[in-house]
């Protein structure tokens, strides 16, 4: 319909719009012809899984499902097919798998190693420091929520995001 009335882009949506990431993929390859178009259903097929990986594991930061690994695994793969390779080291980060995301900086952002490094040690002290001290500053170990009540819900939630 979109496709035969000359508006492939407009088809790419509707296909995300069902999740039917393949269709939407496929279009944008063969007819649409734009890279970026292309990057951003493989983006927006990435969130998908993660926030699907997510729900089932209760939504929390800390994903502790049987099929994570293989989830996270599809989820790096079509980042790095998108060239999004910050957004794969950023969701590594936020759900707390540092050393994937420090192999994925070293393999494909080495310039971004040092920094990466060095954020993971303050973490591990502030994780230190949570176990040592308590529940101090507002802060629990358990559930690493912070004052705003929303801690790292709001930031994992939102690490995959499609461009407008």
């Given at each position: 319909?979109?496709?035969?009335?000359?508006?492939?882009?407009?088809?790419?949506?509707?296909?995300?719009?069902a999740n039917a990431f393949d269709e939407a993929l496929r279009v944008a390859e063969e007819v649409v012809e734009d890279e970026e178009v292309v990057k951003d259903v493989l983006t927006a097929n990435a969130r998908?899984?993660?926030?699907?990986?997510?729900?089932?594991?209760?939504?929390?930061?800390?994903?502790?499902?049987?099929?994570?690994?293989?989830?996270?695994?599809?989820?790096?793969?079509?980042?790095?097919?998108?060239?999004?390779?910050?957004?794969?080291?950023?969701?590594?980060?936020?759900?707390?798998?540092?050393?994937?995301?420090?192999?994925?900086?070293?393999?494909?952002?080495?310039?971004?190693?040092?920094?990466?490094?060095?954020?993971?040690?303050?973490?591990?002290?502030?994780?230190?420091?949570?176990?040592?001290?308590?529940?101090?500053?507002?802060?629990?170990?358990?559930?690493?929520?912070?004052?705003?009540?929303?801690?790292?819900?709001?930031?994992?939630?939102?690490?995959?995001?499609?461009?407008?």
């Amino acid at each position: 319909m979109f496709i035969e009335a000359n508006k492939p882009k407009e088809a790419v949506v509707m296909y995300l719009h069902a999740n039917a990431f393949d269709e939407a993929l496929r279009v944008a390859e063969e007819v649409v012809e734009d890279e970026e178009v292309v990057k951003d259903v493989l983006t927006a097929n990435a969130r998908f899984l993660f926030e699907r990986e997510r729900a089932r594991s209760g939504g929390g930061d800390k994903l502790n499902s049987s099929s994570l690994s293989m989830t996270l695994s599809k989820v790096e793969s079509l980042l790095l097919r998108a060239g999004r390779i910050e957004v794969a080291i950023r969701l590594y980060k936020d759900v707390g798998l540092w050393n994937e995301a420090v192999r994925v900086c070293e393999q494909y952002a080495p310039q971004l190693t040092d920094s990466l490094k060095r954020e993971m040690i303050a973490e591990a002290r502030d994780i230190n420091a949570e176990v040592y001290f308590g529940d101090e500053g507002g802060r629990s170990v358990g559930n690493r929520r912070d004052d705003s009540g929303g801690g790292r819900s709001k930031r994992s939630s939102s690490i995959i995001q499609v461009r407008s």
